[in-house]
């Protein structure tokens, strides 16, 4: 006999301690007590489906409380309970959404993207009702495809989502907010900082004008201006955002959560930059420990948290220390993304820099050329690919190799600074700092022509001597 489908409104509701903790953002306390109430509403003699909505929220809590793998066991639950019942599409395309969430957090990323890819075929499928629900398909697996670096994919679903969302009657002003924060994550990812920062502004100032603080997005913006505003080199100018989004996560979520270890994480990075290092380490630490505390052991999350702080002790010249967290980012990496993953490259290109600073230039190279093969495929204006090329070109002068690939290396390098100088709308505090975050690649190329030209002329300098070229900052 088939089965009637029931309504939210009928199904078994979560009870007031689990409300309680999900509206606090508990997700671990959530998950503990939806557990109690699913076995009680499973034992009761009710229709087939009526634990269908505690089996979602159970799902999201379990993701939410870095046990994406528990996560994943109860969105299939729901979902083979809601394909079960005729009419229920949009059940299964929720279920779906919440399997991609846990898939993506396990970075199962082929199978997440199958997942968000079927619910948004349903929803589309359910006509001009469901357009907020497409929005959240589209800016999940936008976010999706970002972190596989496949940001002009990502972008064209966000700005979908985007519009979706701001089109939406009635309003739904957290759903912009979550898009447009994702949106201007995917524009800093492509090195689009004023885009980004304009975005982003909107967004505090309708969420001022809302009087919504509590809303997870008025952190994420604040957070993410902050990014915008640091690389840019506006170091002062994003520290107070960093502290701001810190300081409203710390008062809204629960002490280890996800959030709460990105703000210490963007935080630490921007007081790295302005050289207080013992400061953004002591910062770096309590991040890695939540987050190996949070997740499983071989999360990839685990790897960005260990690679930021060996970046901290690089700059300490704690080169030895360094080094190990470094490996341990990149096999954590490779296990979990595909082998063009763009984290992959940043973590061998860090450890590149770390290795070559002691004087281990053979291995140095190697690393640079496998984070070469990835970002040579950015574009030519972005400052990853810029930095690869740069840190390249200099290791081989540091080798006694300033020959033609050297040269050739060091010019597209250059000529991606001039591109990228010809975008700028002014001499900006953000051109200045580009700027001086590039000048040592002129000038060193000079030097190191003065040295060339010195040495085939008299023999008399050694074109070792370009190891003294200075290195500008890199980029995480």
Same mark, same amino acid.
Request: charged share 25%.
């Given at each position: ?14 009870? *007031? ?203 994420? *913006? ?45 935080? *630490? ?52 220390? *360094? ?154």
């Amino acid at each position: 006999m088939a089965l009637a489908m029931q309504t939210p409104a009928e199904r078994w509701a979560p009870g *007031a301690l689990a409300d309680a903790a999900l509206a606090r953002g508990d997700d671990a306390a959530a998950f503990s007590t939806l557990k109690v109430e699913l076995r009680t509403c499973e034992v009761a003699d009710r229709r087939a489906d009526d634990c269908l909505h505690l089996l979602f929220l159970i799902a999201n809590a379990a993701t939410g409380a870095g046990q994406p793998g528990e996560g994943e066991r109860y969105a299939r639950r729901a979902l083979a309970m809601a394909e079960a019942v005729p009419g229920a599409g949009r059940d299964v395309a929720t279920a779906l959404n919440n399997l991609a969430n846990a898939l993506e957090q396990q970075a199962k990323f082929a199978e997440a993207e199958s997942a968000y890819r079927r619910a948004i075929s349903i929803w589309e499928a359910g006509g001009p009702g469901d357009a907020a629900d497409v929005g959240t398909g589209l800016s999940n697996l936008g976010t999706l495809l970002a972190k596989q670096g496949r940001i002009a994919e990502s972008e064209a679903m966000l700005r979908r989502a985007l519009a979706l969302f701001r089109a939406a009657r009635p309003a739904r002003p957290s759903d912009v907010r979550i898009a447009s924060n994702n949106l201007a994550t995917a524009l800093i990812d492509q090195a689009r900082y004023p885009e980004a920062e304009t975005l982003l502004r909107g967004v505090l100032r309708d969420a001022e004008a809302q009087r919504s603080p509590g809303d997870p997005g008025v952190a994420t *913006a604040y957070d993410n201006l902050a990014v915008a505003l640091d690389e840019q080199g506006r170091l002062g100018d994003a520290e107070p955002m960093f502290r701001r989004a810190l300081q409203l996560r710390r008062r809204w979520l629960p002490t280890g959560h996800p959030l709460i270890v990105t703000s210490l994480n963007n935080l *630490a990075g921007n007081l790295n930059r302005q050289k207080r290092l013992g400061e953004a380490e002591g910062l770096l630490r309590e991040a890695l420990v939540l987050t190996e505390r949070s997740v499983p052991a071989g999360h990839p999350a685990i790897g960005m948290r260990a690679h930021n702080l060996a970046f901290n002790l690089v700059d300490q010249q704690r080169f030895g220390e *360094a080094e190990p967290l470094y490996r341990r980012a990149i096999a954590l990496f490779v296990a979990a993304f595909a082998p063009d993953h763009p984290a992959i490259a940043t973590a061998r290109h860090s450890l590149a820099i770390c290795v070559d600073a002691q004087g281990r230039h053979d291995e140095a190279e190697r690393l640079f050329r496998a984070a070469l093969a990835v970002r040579a495929r950015f574009p030519s204006t972005h400052p990853r690919r810029i930095d690869t090329l740069r840190d390249l070109g200099m290791n081989l002068i540091r080798r006694g190799q300033p020959g033609a690939e050297a040269r050739s290396l060091l010019r597209a390098a250059q000529s991606g600074v001039l591109e990228r100088m010809a975008g700028a709308t002014g001499f900006t505090s953000a051109a200045q700092a580009e700027l001086r975050n590039y000048r040592p690649l002129f000038t060193g190329v000079v030097r190191m022509s003065w040295l060339l030209a010195s040495a085939e002329r008299d023999g008399s300098i050694s074109v070792r001597a370009g190891a003294a070229l200075a290195r500008p900052r890199s980029r995480r």
